[in-house]
Nanobody, 126 residues
Framework: QLQLVESGGGLVQPGGSLRLSCAASGFSLAAYEIGWFRQAPGKDREGVSCIPISAGITVYADSMKGRFVISRDNAKNTVYLQMNSLKPEDTGVYYC???????????????????WGQGTQVTVSS
């Protein structure tokens, strides 16, 4: 059974950092495009970042560039999202999502993915 499990969320002060993990089971992440999305209360789900199957390429939404870093460890079947310089507006539930690799050197940061995790809460507050 294909499953994605996010972890690493929590409460952090503005300016702080968190690293989210997305662990896959039942399939190999190496052949999948992986996206991170977030949803704040009362708002639509928003694309954060994604990583295609081609090594060395990452995609970010404009507001995350320079603050967030996405990476994958295929040996651990896990994708990470390092979040730095966090702001209160980064608060929300963060989801990872996967779809079989299609674009090879790119990936979408719109929710056009086949498989989703249950989400992990990130709260940025003093």
């Amino acid at each position: 059974q294909l499953q994605l499990v996010e972890s690493g969320g929590g409460l952090v002060q503005p300016g702080g950092s968190l690293r989210l993990s997305c662990a896959a089971s039942g399939f190999s992440l190496a052949a999948y495009e992986i996206g991170w999305f977030r949803q704040a209360p009362g708002k639509d789900r928003e694309g954060v970042s994604c990583i295609p199957i081609s090594a060395g390429i990452t995609v970010y939404a404009d507001s995350m560039k320079g603050r967030f870093v996405i990476s994958r460890d295929n040996a651990k079947n896990t994708v990470y999202l390092q979040m730095n310089s966090l702001k209160p507006e980064d608060t929300g539930v963060y989801y990872c999502a996967a779809r079989p690799g299609r674009l090879y050197k790119s990936c979408p940061i719109v929710p056009d993915y086949d498989h989703w995790g249950q989400g992990t809460q990130v709260t940025v507050s003093s």
